[in-house]
């Protein structure tokens, strides 16, 4: 596995090294001791999640408050998304800038987003499969949405007519937002 740190301090490209024969493929999707290696810290994945989603569909600005902050291992198992990682880390030199990427099943690049950064994406193909390990449980009490179209953060989505759920569409605009993380 090959990490490349992107321009937001703490957001970790995974390019997982793919040996591929007349059978088929295989790959190290995850290895604990080289992930925290890599990213210089020690993380505990709680619980897997998986979606799918037709084309078009938007999912995001999605966070979770403290104490119940997410860390978020990110890839596509079937189709493609463009992959939005907005920093809402107060502190930080970038905040409120985003990093976008596209995860896809062929390129099988997967996306560390640690807390302190509200992630969406939107998916490129119907039948896209989403996957995520997420460092701590699903607190529906704690969730926070920062809404995907905001103009502050003007974010191109690369589609025009997204399919968005009614909680998405009513996140806050980032200028109301007051950031718990530093």
């Known amino acids: 596995m090959n990490f490349v740190e992107s321009e937001l301090k703490g957001l970790f490209i995974i390019e997982p090294k793919v040996f591929v024969d007349s059978r088929g493929y295989f790959f190290e999707s995850f290895h604990q001791e080289r ?6 810290k020690e993380v505990r994945f709680v619980q897997d999640n998986e979606s799918s989603s037709l084309r078009g569909v938007l999912r995001g ?4 408050y403290p104490p119940y902050a997410q860390g978020k291992l990110v890839r596509v198992i079937e189709g493609s998304v463009l992959d939005v990682a907005v920093d809402i880390r107060s502190g930080s030199p970038t905040y409120g800038h985003y990093f976008s990427i596209e995860l896809s099943s062929a390129n099988r690049l997967q996306l560390w987003i640690p807390e302190g950064f509200a992630h969406g994406f939107v998916a490129l193909e119907d039948n896209t499969v989403f996957q995520y390990k997420c460092t701590d449980y699903y607190a529906p009490q ?3 949405c920062i809404l995907w179209n905001d103009q502050e953060l003007s974010i191109n989505w690369s589609i025009q ?3 968005i759920s009614g909680k998405d569409n009513n996140g806050l605009n980032f200028s109301q937002f007051s950031s ?3």
Request: charged share 10%; aromatic share 16%.
């Open 180 to 182: 718990p993380f530093k």
């Open 161 to 163: 007519h997204p399919i």
């Open 61 to 64: 600005l999605h966070f979770q």
């Open 35 to 40: 992930f925290n290696q890599a990213i210089g």
């Open 142 to 144: 704690h969730e926070g």
